[in-house]
């Protein structure tokens, strides 16, 4: 098994292949990334010229963000290990009328056969997920072009991402199933940044996004003891 290849888990995996025929079910258990979906767009947008792009997606999954970006003009590339959550996004991109070029293979061998050939590279909610976050921010660090942008999302390990993500989301609301998120792997925005800047990008903004259990809405915000964003660019 090659460095890259170790670098996924396989239970992880499997746990996102179960959830793949509901992924673009707006009421369904990915309800949660489809209500997300919209603020993590125009942070994105917000920060880079997606018109005509080159952009790829990583952990793109069932492709929620890989579609937006390809609607906001972007020539997406969108990469993932499980193998029914990409069969999904390439029938539902067809089904749309999209072309985005979906492929199963890890960051790091992406990035070892096209190192900085992308505009941007967005990674989103998928560090949480893998043995080595930090390799990750690496490959995608090496695929962006110098001066490119790259922007990641994760949860914090915060007491109040347990209590909230953890607790709240998966077993008390039941927006999750359970065994989603592993505390453990949630990643602090001091460790993420340490990891991009050893990575040769240059932190430009963390953005918390925040959920309103009331009005059932994310929105962006100060507090990143949850869920936050955060926006880099290449050196």
Known sequence: MSQ??????????????????SWWDLEGQSKPLHDLNPIRLA???????????????????????????AKSGANVTG??????????????ALEAGLTINYQQITAEEMAGQHPEQYDAVTCLEMLE????????????????????????STLNRHPK????????AEYVMKMLPKGTHDYKRFIRP????????HAGLKVKDITGMNYNPLTRQFSLGNDVKVNYLIHCKKI
């Open 4 to 21: 890259s290849q170790a670098n996924v888990d396989l239970n992880e995996v499997a746990k996102f292949d179960a959830l793949a025929s």
């Open 43 to 69: 942070y994105i947008a917000d920060r880079t010229s997606l018109d005509n792009a080159n952009v790829i997606d990583v952990g793109c999954g069932g492709g929620i963000l890989s579609e937006a970006l």
């Open 79 to 92: 990469i993932d290990m499980g193998e029914m959550p990409l069969n999904i996004a390439k029938l539902h």
């Open 129 to 152: 997920h893998v043995p080595d976050p930090a390799s990750i921010i690496q490959a995608c660090a090496d695929m962006v072009k110098p001066g490119g942008d790259v922007f990641f």
């Open 161 to 168: 991402a347990y209590l909230l993500a953890v607790l709240g």
């Open 190 to 197: 001091a460790e993420l940044s340490a990891w991009c800047r």
